[in-house]
């Protein structure tokens, strides 16, 4: 699992949602540009597009954790596993 990052003019950002106990608030993180390390709140709705936009591009997972392809990323990549167990 890896979060969307999203760019617009003010830079690259992340998506958080932090859920409180009868609402939630969304926010827009800046990890780069001339918005870097900026907490921009924006509306549920704001959130739920830009959301909407990452998974139809970047892909999802459905109720299952299978895959579900986006426009630009139509399959995950593979990854090699390396079973060591280290012993520090």
């Known amino acids: 699992m890896a979060p969307y990052v999203l760019g617009d003019e003010n ?20 990890l ?13 709705t704001e959130f739920r ?7 139809s591009l970047w892909g999802t997972t459905d109720l299952h954790g299978d895959f579900v ?9 593979l990854v090699e596993r390396q079973d060591v167990m280290r012993m520090d």
């Not at 106990?21 to 926010?27: A, N």
């Open 32 to 44: 780069s540009g001339s918005g870097e390390d900026r907490r921009v709140e924006v509306s549920a």
């Open 11 to 30: 830079g690259f950002s992340t998506l958080e949602q932090s859920r409180l106990l009868m609402s939630s608030v969304c926010h827009r993180v800046y």
């Open 69 to 77: 392809p986006g426009l630009l990323n139509r399959k995950l990549p």
């Open 49 to 55: 597009a830009l959301k909407e936009e990452a998974e």
